[in-house]
């Protein structure tokens, strides 16, 4: 199958082309990068869109892609001439009905063999040098057997150490352990059940195939949700970028304020050794006060440390919500001297920083030094969403999602909204790279986008807005978005569809019971957890309800008070029958 793929060449074209639909395309494919850095498209989209990748020795270019159906589940990309670009596309590796959803986050090479998963399996190829597809079946290497109605973060992101251990996660299976689940102020449970056999990592046998968890051992623990996983073999340690837990201001609005929802808390960068803990769901690392504090389920003020003092601290605290998904310690030598052994993370982006604009969205890079970080994290890579400020997920035209290093050295990052890919090369002198190269870079930390909000004029929020709308922006926005069109693949719209302009009992329960599992929308599959918001008063509820059924391109009758009280009364005489 052939694809539309082309090679950036023009070296200073300015920004606004992009927006201007340039035809040879911007430089660097839209991409600003430290001086001497190029960047060429390899692939301008992917119908299935793209996550994770890995590069054979070869030089052949394995994806793996989001939307995958039984023709193939990764994508091989081959330059036949030798430019750069991928001219041929091949699919492999149907999964044939056995994974529930295709929620790919993972894609390594490992002894000769192509390992990459869904959200509840890990399978493995074996490569053969000279052939684009690897011959044999698709072997199943680990199952997650659990109960997975109602399970948050089923991601299955895979790292590999020298001595044949393969190393899983398994993600938590809510925010913060809460009893009933993401509703404002409901405590936590203590001991929280869930970290027997969630929230942490567990270590298994690599070349072993049919596994399940009981096969392996829990290697760390407090571990709430990962997509970014790497193998350092300088220090010989495992390092993660944690996702952070959600919603401080939805659960617990006289707590927090906004703008600290907005950025707490961290996205935490931490170095994982065997025993270690750092203490999920009772504690969170508060990048602002460089500290791990009590979670408000467990008792805290947003300040107290309480038994968080016994919990491991990350090597560096991120801004919140940023989404690392994707690590790799780069080993090339095509790249300057200070990028050795250095670690690139791909922050996806935020989806529920409302009232402030989306962040991250861009490529990391923090130095190393005999295993340690050496400096402060940078922005390697940046341009990928286009548009500053990011007001909602969607606004983003590209979100960097995977990084692989190439056998030459080079780098490739894709994306995930339109399956596009990046190679990123050195064409300058090693010797001369210095701070006038990272000058650019070290400017785009300003931009919206990156930098800290100001709590005032960044708020996005304008003083005039009806109660319904009111609620809305406090309770919903985070995940629909400001805009209503929610965030693809995760978080359904309420834009225009008729789950909110259908049938008012069906819409009202939803907010009443929650829902949880797949469902489609507009024709798009989603597979998430609406919690429940029976805490809203009747009146809170019809307000809101009539706010989204008259708003977001739906045209609907408002929900009254008594309908709301109606259905809550019937709905709750069923439940004590």
């Known amino acids: 199958m052939l694809l539309r793929a082309f090679k950036i060449v023009a070296p200073s074209l300015l920004l606004s082309l992009i927006l201007l639909g340039c035809d040879k395309g911007p430089p660097n494919g839209g ?35 989001r939307n995958a159906g039984n023709d193939g589940s990764v994508a091989v990309l081959q330059d036949l001439d030798g430019d750069g670009s ?43 040098p000279g052939t684009l597809i690897p011959e044999g079946e698709m072997e199943v290497v680990l199952t997650d057997d659990h109960e997975h109605g109602k399970h948050e973060h089923i991601g299955k992101p895979i790292a590999f150490d020298g001595e044949g251990n393969m190393y899983v996660p398994f993600g938590a299976p809510s925010n913060a352990c809460q009893q009933p689940k993401r509703t404002p102020r409901a405590p936590g449970l203590d001991p929280c059940p869930q970290l027997e056999h969630h929230g942490g990592i567990w270590k298994f046998d690599a070349n072993k195939l049919g596994q399940t968890q009981k096969d392996g051992t829990k290697y760390a623990t407090g571990i709430r949700s990962v997509v970014a996983m790497d193998w350092n073999p300088i220090d010989n340690n495992l390092y993660v970028v944690m996702h952070g837990r959600d919603d401080l201001l939805r659960l617990f609005p006289d707590t927090y304020s906004p703008w600290e929802s907005a ?34 389920e467990y008792g805290g003020d947003g300040d107290t440390v309480g038994r968080c003092a016994e919990c491991d601290d990350p090597v560096i605290g991120f801004p919140g919500h940023w989404a690392p998904n994707d690590l790799v310690f780069y080993h090339g030598d095509q790249f300057p001297e200070r990028y050795k052994e250095g670690a690139f993370i791909a922050f996806h982006g935020s989806t529920n920083r409302a009232p402030y604009p989306q962040s991250g969205y861009f490529v990391g890079f923090v130095p190393f030094k005999d295993g340690k970080p050496s400096g402060a994290w940078e922005v390697f890579a940046d341009g990928f969403a286009v ?67 100001d709590i005032e004029t960044d ?58 599992g797949p469902i ?30 008259t708003n977001f391109d739906n045209n609907a009758t408002a929900v009254t008070t008594e309908e709301v009280a109606q259905l809550r009364k019937t709905l709750n005489d069923t439940l004590t029958r």
């Not at 959803?101 to 890990?122: C, E, K």
């Not at 978005?481 to 309420?494: I, S, Y």
Request: proline share 4%.
């Open 387 to 453: 548009v500053d400020p990011i007001v909602n997920v969607n606004d983003a035209h590209f979100r960097p999602m995977g990084i692989a290093e190439g056998p030459d050295g080079s780098l490739y990052i894709s994306d995930s909204v339109k399956g596009k890919i990046w190679k990123i090369t050195y064409q300058g002198s090693k010797d001369e790279f210095g701070q006038d190269q990272l000058a650019m870079m070290e400017e785009r930390k300003l931009l919206t986008h990156i930098r800290t909000p």
């Open 31 to 65: 991409l600003f990068l430290p001086g001497n850095f190029e960047a060429l498209v390899v692939v301008d989209s992917i119908p299935e869109t793209v996550r994770h990748m890995a590069v054979s020795s070869d030089g052949l270019l394995y994806a793996k892609l």
């Open 520 to 549: 489609e929308v507009n024709g798009i599959q989603y597979s998430g957890v609406m919690p429940q918001h029976s805490f809203l008063s009747d009146k809170e509820i019809a307000e809101v309800l009539s706010f989204i059924r």
């Open 86 to 128: 991928a001219e041929h596309i091949e699919r492999f590796g149907g999964y044939g009905g056995r994974a529930k959803w295709s929620y790919a986050t993972a894609m390594r090479i490992y002894n000769g063999y192509l390992y990459h998963s869904s959200d509840l399996v890990v399978y493995r190829h074996k490569l053969k």
């Open 263 to 296: 950025l707490l808390p961290s996205e935490e960068f931490i170095r994982v050794t065997e025993g270690s803990d750092f203490g999920w769901p009772y504690c969170y690392y508060d990048q602002l006060k460089g500290k791990k504090v009590l979670a408000p």
């Open 459 to 516: 708020n996005l929020l304008g003083d005039e807005a009806s109660a319904g709308q009111a609620t809305y922006n406090k309770y919903c926005s985070a995940c629909h978005q400001m805009d209503g069109r929610g965030a693809r693949g995760r978080f359904p719209p309420v834009a225009n569809t008729d789950w909110v302009s259908g049938d008012k009992n069906r819409l009202i329960e939803i907010i009443l019971n929650g829902m949880e």
